[in-house]
């Protein structure tokens, strides 16, 4: 039967009771949609299922700032795409003085606020917000007097870069965020509505026939730099004063730091992509970047011309006195290029690399008084998996030779925390204090401790970590302090999941700190009142607790109409590789499911996707309202597998039509061994990289009885130079194409040369001219403003039309790279219903 619900668009009241730490209150529950017994998940579950946004306590401890967001359907207005729901978020205040309250209110509007930010006192709160014009504004809410007043006239990025927000305080009163030229949008929201604002100007033009609409790309014509088209703006959060610290650009996840005293700011400015040498195109990924510190005062910024081309990754690092800033470089844009770290003087003065010879940095660190830097060494840099060790540098004399602080641990710390006399770490199973200035190492676990498995608070979001973050685990989104200061007490987390807040004093003290409930994760914690705040986001709803030695209050409560749903079962098969290796795979199995009962599999591709435990697949979770969902196949009665595809080593990886298929066929049949598969019916979806794995398939293996490919392309060769359709109606359109996906080793495709050098090899890997091996019915589900472009689903769809076999089409207008960055919840709706349609007439047994 085909899923027909009407979207819910009512908002379920979330009510929660807020109560001191002593003693514990009750929360109000919502509640539940309606009574009866446990049903199958259904669309109006997904639509009004809220999500916890960013947790951030206040300096003080005493209130914490909450994002909440709203449903799907649960906004009146659509049509720009923010980040990850946020459009559609409230900020929601948590205190001693009475219950929860929502302090923006969106849902009357349809607004969105989002991105919170405390000033040093706790007295006000800076946040983002879609209120007040079309754009994404600063506003300030006030503690005391709950009034909330918006700070900029025209728009600011607020989206968060690698290491915390663009947004910052610099004291009680100031705060600083990047702030749009008049005529432009924040990202977030210009990235969007651009070209739908100006191609029907352009379109109106034709019609009048008075104005040429020619947009002029000539190759021959010398490329300049982008505009610096934003302004650090310095608001007065009190008396709304601004003052302009210069132009800058920081583009999609540029740099914005202040110094802990306030008085410099140092921001990381892009520039636009590498100049085309001879007229030759440049990809966007190819971009320069200039340093540049301005004073908070005002003025024109210091651009710093001896660190080529800053990292906008690699979060730029002040020491506490705002004397130096650590930063990381590199020659040239290019990826392979290595990145050196540069110690720079901000009164002027020249730049001192670090150890370029010796070291390519990866993260920066300040640690007492000590330039920190973690990296791999240079003879070792294309290894991957070469060790990331930490090496201080004498600040002194930063040309000395830098001495390695973590050499002696089997597995070097991923991450540091600047503590009282050193940073902390944790290595071997234990946490260590070490102290910079003599490579000495404390060990600080008490006796009988469990052995530590990583830090859970304070994190680095420059990172890259294996897997699932701590922090992810509560069903909140990780809002970690800046690291340019002291941290009294650090959490740590054990190998079974075990907390312990970490006090490294003279006498250290690691003391248990306990969860609220089995599926809570750290979402945030106070140092100062040593207050701890936990989430969880389990089948049956999404809950919110403040704890302070080790009691707990529950202080918020979402989602309670989850706890009707029947929650499908979910299991880990283990399979062999194409090299023989073991691999982990994911399987959902419907809410009904019984030992020894098959169903039909629908297995969910995604070339490079590995999977360890299930916490890597939060498609699966009941309490989830991403777009990527997949509980609407498993309350159908469908299984759902979600195998590990490694991307595998040498000539193998440009080969990428083919290299996917076997340890997908092998989890297949893993699954069939399993007993929960039905060998005869079969089927395969995949989104982006996954849709091209679908059509892969597809001309290789006639066992899938249907096929779902959602925003893909079939042809390598036509897609190779089309436009990312976003921004075709901007002057650089040219910068914005396929080759960054198809071409560079670094992306899933990985071909590795254009075309025209090496042919045959796009001819091998598109699926499009192997069509007419395909015998399996194809449903092509796309977006038409993607930028995967639409066109190639066209082409796949003409393909087999052609030949008579079993293809359907459905284009949504105006949508973009679907679902993940779908925006329409009518369109989610009814690619629902198509899955299912295509999935019921294609596999045996299906009602027609």
Do not use: C
Not at 350 to 368: Q, Y
Not at 408 to 431: H, T, Y
Not at 811 to 828: K, L, R
């Amino acid at each position: 039967m085909v899923l027909r619900v009407k979207l819910a668009l009512s908002l379920l009241t979330a009510a929660a009771l807020v109560g001191g730490a002593s003693p514990p209150a009750s929360p109000v529950v919502e509640r539940p949609v309606a009574a009866g017994t446990a049903r199958p998940f259904a669309m109006q579950d997904f639509m009004t299922t809220k999500k916890l946004g960013q947790v951030v306590p206040s300096p003080d401890g005493k209130a914490v700032a909450v994002v909440v967001k709203r449903g799907p359907s649960e906004s009146s207005r659509y049509g720009a795409s923010f980040v990850d729901g946020n459009e559609r978020a409230d900020i929601w205040i948590v205190d001693g003085q009475g219950p929860a309250r929502d302090v923006t209110h969106g849902a009357k509007d349809g607004t969105g606020h989002y991105n919170p930010v405390w000033s040093p006192d706790g007295r006000m709160l800076a946040f983002a917000s879609t209120r007040g014009g079309d754009d994404v504004f600063l506003h300030v809410w006030e503690r005391e007097t709950g009034e909330t007043r918006k700070l900029t006239p025209r728009g600011v990025q607020t989206m968060t870069n690698a290491s915390g927000y663009l947004v910052q305080w610099l004291d009680e009163r100031r705060v600083i965020a990047p702030m749009v030229n008049a005529g432009r949008w924040a990202l977030e929201y210009g990235q969007w509505l651009e070209a739908q604002r100006v191609a029907p100007k352009q379109w109106a033009k034709v019609e009048k026939g008075k104005e040429a609409t020619a947009s002029v790309l000539d190759s021959s014509t010398a490329q300049g730099e982008d505009k610096l088209d934003e302004e650090i703006a310095v608001i007065d959060a009190v008396t709304g004063k601004l003052t302009s610290a210069g132009p800058a650009r920081t583009y999609t996840a540029g740099n914005l730091v202040a110094d802990p005293t306030g008085r410099l700011i140092a921001r990381v400015d892009d520039l636009g992509p590498t100049p085309a040498v001879a007229g030759q195109l440049k990809r966007v990924l190819e971009r320069r970047t200039q340093l540049a510190i301005a004073s908070a005062s005002g003025g024109q910024p210091r651009v710093v011309t001896e660190v080529p081309n800053p990292s906008v990754t690699v979060q730029p690092r002040w020491a506490a006195d705002g004397s130096r800033l650590l930063v990381v470089g590199k020659t040239t844009p290019e990826t392979p290029d290595p990145f050196t770290a540069y110690l720079v003087p901000s009164a002027g003065g020249k730049a001192t690399p670090l150890a370029a010879d010796r070291l390519v940095a990866t993260g920066l660190l300040w640690g007492a008084g000590t330039p920190l830097v973690r990296g791999v060494k240079v003879k070792d840099a294309a290894n991957p998996a070469a060790r990331q060790d930490w090496w201080a540098f004498d600040p002194a004399d930063p040309a000395a030779a830098p001495r390695d602080l973590t050499s002696r641990f089997k597995v070097p710390p991923l991450e540091l925390v600047p503590v009282p006399g050193g940073v902390l770490g944790v290595a071997d199973g234990r946490a260590w204090l070490i102290d910079p200035r003599t490579g000495k190492a404390r060990d600080l676990n008490a006796g009988g401790a469990a052995p530590l498995a990583e830090l859970a608070w304070p994190l680095d979001d420059g990172v890259k970590r294996n897997g699932v973050r701590p922090t992810d685990r509560g069903g909140a989104e990780p809002a970690n302090p800046r690291l340019d200061r002291d941290f009294p007490v650090v959490l740590a987390r054990d190998t079974k999941g075990g907390l312990y807040e970490l006090a490294p004093g003279a006498s250290p003290v690691l003391t248990p700190l306990p969860l609220p409930h089995p599926e809570a994760g750290v979402a945030g914690y106070s140092p100062a009142s040593r207050t701890a705040v936990f989430g969880a986001g389990g089948d049956q709803g999404t809950a919110l607790w403040t704890s302070q030695a080790g009691r707990h209050t529950q202080r918020l409560s979402l989602n309670g109409h989850l706890a009707q749903v029947t929650p499908p079962k979910r299991e880990l098969i283990t399979y062999k590789g194409a090299d023989g290796e073991k691999l982990t795979g994911a399987l959902l199995l419907p809410p009904d499911h019984r030992d020894g009962q098959r169903h039909p599999l629908v297995v969910n591709v995604y070339g490079t996707r590995i999977v360890s435990t299930l916490e890597d697949v939060p498609e699966f979770q009941v309490n989830n309202p991403s777009y990527l969902t997949l509980q609407f196949l498993a309350a159908e009665g469908y299984a759902v597998l979600v195998p590990s595809i490694p991307r595998p080593q040498g000539k193998a990886a440009a080969e990428p039509m083919t290299w996917p298929t076997k340890p997908i066929m092998n989890a297949v049949d893993a699954a069939i061994d399993e007993g929960v598969a039905d060998p005869k019916r079969l089927a395969v979806l995949g989104h982006s990289f996954g849709s091209y794995n679908v059509h892969s398939l597809v001309t290789q293996t006639d066992r899938f009885k249907a096929a779902i490919a959602i925003s893909g392309f079939s042809d390598v060769i036509s897609s190779y130079g089309v436009f990312d359709s976003r921004f075709r109606y901007t002057p650089r359109a040219q910068e914005w194409f396929a080759p960054a996906y198809i071409e560079d080793p670094a992306f899933e495709f990985g071909l590795g040369k254009p075309p025209w050098e090496d042919p045959q090899r796009y001819v091998r890997n598109s699926p499009l001219l192997h069509a007419g091996k395909i015998k399996t019915p194809v449903l092509m589900l796309h977006g038409e403003r993607d930028y995967l472009t639409h066109t190639g689903s066209e082409e796949m769809y003409t393909a087999l039309a052609r030949q008579a076999k079993k293809v359907r089409l459905v284009s949504y207008w105006g949508e973009a790279h679907m679902p993940y960055s779908m925006i329409s919840p009518a369109n989610f709706q009814s690619m629902i219903e198509q899955e299912l349609d295509w999935l019921r007439l294609n596999l045996p047994g299906g009602t027609p």
